[in-house]
């Protein structure tokens, strides 16, 4: 199994990237999200998906490299081709589209139209989608993108951004983070239960 490359890029195409390791040229399929930020030449370290499929008719097999900059987005990746009718194509498309954070939040808070914006993701499978990962992902810290996450202000933090990649305007967001906690009393809920929480005072 092979859980990341760490080579210098030689091309960076429109779906896919090759990293020379040691000689050895790897194609690495990526979403435009992760093909946007990798430099157009120096070192990279790559996070992989291995997938094998195997055509039923003929017998012949299809390797192929799955690759993101940060292992949240390929834990998400990893968890939306689980979803039955979601292939790593589809699986590609969702997080080309959108970031690993609007993603997670979009299901975390049952906002289909997020996924419904994808090409090739009709409503059944938008609410599939939904309603076999919002359980699975409700434990599951927020993705960052690579950013390290601070103390004490963390869920706070992370909620805000979640919102805001929503589209809530930042000022309306602060605002109805701080009626959600403005009782000090009470324990600081999860990031997923602050979003809904604070959704539903705007």
């Known amino acids: 199994m092979i859980d990341s490359l760490n080579g210098e890029v030689l091309e960076v195409s429109t779906d896919h990237a090759t990293l020379d390791c040691h000689g050895v040229g790897y194609l690495v399929h990526a979403p435009t999200t992760t093909l946007a930020h990798l430099p157009r030449e120096g070192k990279v370290r790559v996070f992989v998906h291995y997938s094998v499929s195997i055509d039923v008719r003929s017998g012949s097999s299809d390797h192929r490299l799955y690759g993101f900059l940060h292992k949240d987005d390929r834990q998400l990746f990893r968890r939306l081709i689980e979803v039955q009718g979601v292939s790593a194509t589809i699986g590609m498309l969702i ?42 992902l409700a434990g599951v810290a927020m993705p960052t993108g690579g950013v390290q996450r601070g103390g004490g202000n963390t869920v706070k933090g992370e909620a805000l951004s979640a919102l805001i990649s929503l589209g809530v305007d930042r000022g309306k967001a602060e605002r109805a983070l701080a009626m959600v906690l403005q009782d000090g009393s009470k324990e600081m809920p999860a990031v997923e239960e602050l979003i809904k929480l604070t959704l539903k005072n705007l």
Request: proline residues 2%; charged residues 25%.
């Open 95 to 136: 997080m080309g589209a959108r970031t690993a954070q609007e993603i997670h939040t979009a299901i975390l808070v049952g906002d289909e139209s997020v996924l419904r914006g994808v090409k090739g993701i009709g409503p059944k499978l938008a609410q599939r989608i939904v309603a076999d990962l919002q359980g699975k």
